[in-house]
């Protein structure tokens, strides 16, 4: 397998590159929002700063760094710009999703350019109808954050037996994960929300499309990583790729924050003679913010290290750990939510006019938490566990 030269980095230089281009984010997250995609400035200052490379293995030109590393860089882009940070982390995800595949087809999507992205959902399946060397793969699969600047598509789908699903010794249907080539479907104008509309969160859909065995793995237990893939990080599967959810939340929740504080220097509300700064409610509602979103990162982090300290010793994520990132996320993301709630209380009619950035971090942080990997639905599948029941959520039996 060929391999990509690159130079060492610490999480301290790549923050130093997103503090770099970080105001050209800030600059383009209008254009963002009204275009309802990724602004091209953006896309183009992320690439030169090698920051679409994160997730990617050192053997494709990668950093590879560790869990809580990632959500640190990640975390910071969103402070620019939550699309932003939100499509990296995407990229991100798909990317470790390599892992399942062959040498030659990971090769293949990652290793001749290293700053591509990728787009992709875990849900629904499309159909893979089996033909000589791959599949035709039809299908409709919503959320493909950044799909327009992607070069790969991702997402899972059902082996299909003439007009039947294939199934499995247990009666399961087989499922695949397949990649294919974003030229080679259509991406359908479908993002239309009430935030986080610079991510391009479109449809894609495919019709017939050849896909090649070599960018087809079977969606089981993670058990033999291709080789490009055996550091720690990758061994944690997907639960580093459902934490990744978590970042941008925090990232958007600390600039909502910091431009409160701020603005709360200087605005004297109506009808009163002293700043906001000097109210008592504005000061209680400011420390519970930093409270709150401080908590759910330092929650993620914990659950984060405590499962990388496993997986570098060789054992595998236990059914708990998993439990624990997935409860940590959520908590994360909905703590995120509530600094933001109360951020926006406290700014009073600041928070509504929509040439204050406020009204956007409320719409982008409450749409972030209807994700379904990351939703406060999700305690309860951790709640099952707790419990020693059967849990809803089946993404722990990988």
């Known amino acids: 397998m060929s391999t990509i030269e690159a130079s060492p980095v610490t ?67 969103a402070y620019y710009d939550s699309a932003a940070g939100w499509n990296v982390q995407i990229s991100c995800a798909v990317s470790m999703f390599l892992a399942w595949f062959c040498d030659e087809g990971a090769t293949e999507v990652l290793g001749a ?6 787009a992709g959902t875990l849900f629904p399946p499309g159909q893979a109808v089996p033909v ?15 799909s327009h600047q992607t070069t790969w598509c991702f997402g ?22 397949v990649v294919h080539r974003t030229a080679d479907a259509e991406i359908l104008d479908t993002w239309h929300t009430m935030g986080m509309r610079g991510t391009g969160s ?6 017939d499309v050849f896909v090649p065995q070599r960018r087809t793995a079977p969606f089981v237990p993670l058990e033999e990583p291709g080789s490009a893939f055996g550091n720690p990080i990758s061994k944690m599967a997907l639960w580093v790729n459902i934490a990744l959810l978590a970042p941008p939340a925090l990232g958007l929740a600390r600039a909502a ?33 930093q409270a709150v979103l401080d908590s759910g990162r330092c929650y993620l982090y914990d659950c984060l290290n ?39 209380e406290a700014a009073g009619s600041s928070a509504i006019r929509l040439e204050k950035p406020f009204e956007r971090h409320f719409r982008d942080i409450h749409t972030m938490t209807q994700h379904a990997a990351g939703s406060t639905a999700r305690y309860e599948s951790v709640g099952k566990l707790m419990f020693g029941l059967d849990s809803d959520w089946p993404f722990f039996a990988l």
């Open 11 to 77: 999480v301290d230089s790549l923050i130093e590159k997103v503090h770099d281009i970080g105001p050209t984010l800030r600059e383009n997250a209008d254009q963002g929002e009204r275009e309802r995609r990724l602004p091209q400035p953006s896309y183009d200052a992320l690439k030169a700063a090698g920051l679409l490379r994160l997730g990617k293995p050192s053997a494709f030109g990668g950093p590879e760094l560790d869990p809580v590393s990632l959500m640190k860089v990640v975390e910071e882009i």
């Open 113 to 118: 350019d290293p700053d591509a992205t990728l």
């Open 132 to 146: 000589e060397g791959g599949y035709l793969l039809s299908g409709r699969w919503p959320f493909a954050s950044g």
């Open 156 to 177: 899972p789908s059902l082996v299909m037996d003439g007009d039947t699903p294939r199934t499995n010794e247990d009666g399961s249907p087989v499922q695949i994960l």
């Open 202 to 207: 479109h449809d894609v859909t495919a019709n």
């Open 257 to 289: 924050l910091e431009t409160f504080i701020d603005l709360a220097r200087k605005k004297t509300p109506n009808y009163t003679a002293t700043t906001l700064r000097d109210r008592s409610v504005v000061q209680s509602n400011i420390a519970k913010a």
């Open 306 to 344: 405590q499962g990388y300290e496993s997986v570098s010793s060789g054992d595998p994520l236990s059914l708990e750990q998993k439990g624990n990132i997935q409860l940590a996320t959520s908590y994360a993301i909905r703590s995120a939510a509530d600094a933001v709630d109360l951020i926006c």
